[in-house]
């Protein structure tokens, strides 16, 4: 399967059971508490293709400091309630969107969707945290600086790479609860002006965590003064003057197509279905247009996007660049097919490398020859330039306009766009977070009483003969660019900066839309 599973869906993992017990099974003694951090840590360490260097390029506290810090953590764990705890807070702090921890909780406690009565925002790159209906500045949560609180939040348990990500989760987080301040969540704030406020909690009814998203709900208002062209399920053409505007909401949609040409005639609701609307309604227009926008804020990512990259390319493009590394798990017929999306181009790939010693002569631990990702351009998964659809219309500029949601294929997107159609980027970097080749690892302890663990494919059914007690999903390839570095970490490079304060907060993307025009009438001025 080529989906690439969003950063919403894998978000959920944190706080979420695994299993419930009639019976809860005796603690873990220290030499076994101890075997398991340490195989923890060891098997993260021996797969793990990327997260740990992102840390290292991302963030104050590097990986080495970050392993220590919650190797102490673990070893002051005195029950099965605070193992679970520390467990979910080092992997909140794993730097990658697309991984998972989930603890087989053993507490059989209900947990209660709660939220509390304020509501945070915040300023980037002046890093500042202010109640949002006041507006007034928020200096202390506990007693402690709130800016101190976010520091360690932003080193130690979120798994953005980038501040202005985190902070969008830890304002997100405050409000349900999850912040701590001076070892216990947070009870009071104070104000600048030295005001105190006691913070209280209310269990949330009727909450839907998983309702799913209408993306039209806020359309007619953010898009009033625009010409609609056409809407689809996930997208949206407009027109404004000589501008188009193709707002693509999510590249979720479940099936990926059998031709991302979408030459075909699509249903409704489809990758090709979205496609052909965009290129149906972008040729309507070509000759009233000659500006295009992109906006693709807060696109959490889903399906590869190869489609839309086909049809909105201004010149031949690539697949996204990966590496694999070898090891013994790549023997296993059926974890390598996991690993590989099930792609039969991605298995051709492999036993070529086979084939021509590559594969022998390849150290355990060392990564594998360059691959396409998703092998568009290739049978067999090599790096060759596609052709833009010969329907794709030609634009004098294109601008893409991005933000700290946009993660995932969304990421993919802009790194593709800023490289392919020369998008010039506006707004706020995007998450760079694109991830898609996972490993899940199982450990339990087995009968005999020792940590064991097993590989197991994402999705995966398995059985242990034993006790589950945790289970991790982590990146096992890495993304790299045309230059063999990291991706990862690395947003397109902007050409507009859009900063968030007070005043914009809480209408952001249209202040980003309104930015744009407003570059595109200067560029339009300064040609008269």
Known sequence: MKLKISFLLSCVFLFSSLQTFSQIPKFLTNKQKKDFYTKLFSEIELLDAEARETRNNSKKVKWNKFKKHYRKKFDKAKNWKELEDVFNRFGKGFVNLHSSFNFYSKTNEKREIERNNIRLGFEYPQINFFELKSKKDITHINNVPIKKVFDYYENYECNFNSTVGCLSNFVSNFRRGMINANGVRVNSIRLADGKESKVEYKIAKNIQPFKPIYYYD?????????????????VAVLRKDNVALVRIFSFRYGKEPKDFRCKEKAEEKTICGDVQIIRESLNSISDKTDYLILDVQNNTGGNENTAFIAQLAQKPFYDMRVLYRKTPILEDEKLRRTLFYFSNKGEKWFQNLKK???????????????????????????????EPNKSAVKFKKVLLLTNQMCISSCDDFAWRMKDYADAELIGQPHAADATYSRIEIVFYLDKKGKIARKYVGEREKFEVDGELIAKIKIPYSKMIDAKGKLLQGKPAKFSHFVPITKENYSNIENVVRIKALKYLEEKKTAKL
């Open 218 to 234: 806020n359309f007619d208002k953010d898009f009033a003064d625009w010409e609609v062209i056409k809407k689809g399920h996930l």
């Open 356 to 386: 021509n010693g590559t594969y022998k002569n390849t150290k355990n631990g060392e990564f594998l020859p360059v691959r396409a990702d998703f092998c568009q351009g290739d049978k067999a998964c090599e790096l060759k330039p596609v």
